[in-house]
């Protein structure tokens, strides 16, 4: 099956930790996303990948870090600079020339 | 910042009406517009997109885009108690990035 998936589903950290999030995608789409969602809101854009080792900042980057380095992978690192990292976190794939983007299950960050 | 509002609802229609979700947008250079369903705790998927002015029909689900007034909406004829679920609007100005509105929920009675 193609698809996108996120692991890990559930994930709970604790203040000061870094984390990782996993995104991979067997689509061979070019572009790969990530967002951020929290209750009641719409999804902001924290980086975006068109292209292997390449990568943009997004609207609210500040304490994330990405990597592209193989075209099917884009991990999130949510670093202990972000001060509220409590959210469902989203990552999107799509194709070139197509505009359509599609979903990953999404991951649920907790931090006690 | 681009923005796009949406009302947060709920919306509540019974089974079998038509279901009316509105988006309005800020970006005049805005060229694709997109809705996604989201069920709680899952994530969005899409449901339709529409490029040109006019109406756009797949199934029970109706897209009406109207860029002079910056205007897009989502007709659900013959509501469905499955079709309970937030309604997220999304525009793309395509230089690959997109702005997503908070959402409308859909509340469907039986």
């Known amino acids: 099956d193609g698809g996108i998936t996120q692991s890990p589903k559930y994930l709970f950290r604790k203040e000061g930790q870094n984390v990782t999030l996993s995104c991979e995608q067997n689509l061979n789409h070019d572009a790969m996303y990530w967002y951020r969602q929290d209750p009641g809101q719409g999804l902001r854009l924290i980086y975006y990948?068109?292209?292997?080792?390449?990568?943009q900042k997004g609207d609210i980057a500040e304490g994330y870090s990405v990597s592209r380095e193989k075209k099917e992978s884009f991990p999130l690192t949510v670093t202990s600079a972000q001060k509220n990292p409590t959210a469902f976190y989203l990552c999107?794939?799509?194709?070139?020339?197509?505009?359509?983007?599609?979903f990953g299950p999404g991951t649920r960050l907790t931090v006690l | 910042q681009k923005e796009v509002e949406q009302n947060s609802g709920p919306l509540s229609v019974p089974e079998g009406a038509i279901a009316s979700l509105n988006c309005t947008y800020s970006d005049r250079g805005s060229q694709s517009f997109f809705w996604y369903r989201q069920y709680s705790g899952k994530s969005p998927e899409l449901i339709m997109f529409?490029?040109?002015?006019g109406d756009k029909e797949d199934g029970r689900f109706t897209a009406q885009l109207n860029k002079a007034s910056q205007y897009v909406s989502l007709l659900i004829r013959d509501s469905q108690p499955s079709d309970s679920a937030t309604y997220l609007c999304a525009v793309s100005d395509n230089f690959n990035k997109f702005y997503f509105g908070s959402g409308t929920k859909l509340n469907v009675k039986p």
């Open positions: 999107a794939s799509r194709e070139d020339r197509a505009n359509e983007q599609f």
């Open positions: 990948s068109q292209i292997v080792n390449d990568f």
């Open positions: 529409i490029y040109s002015n």
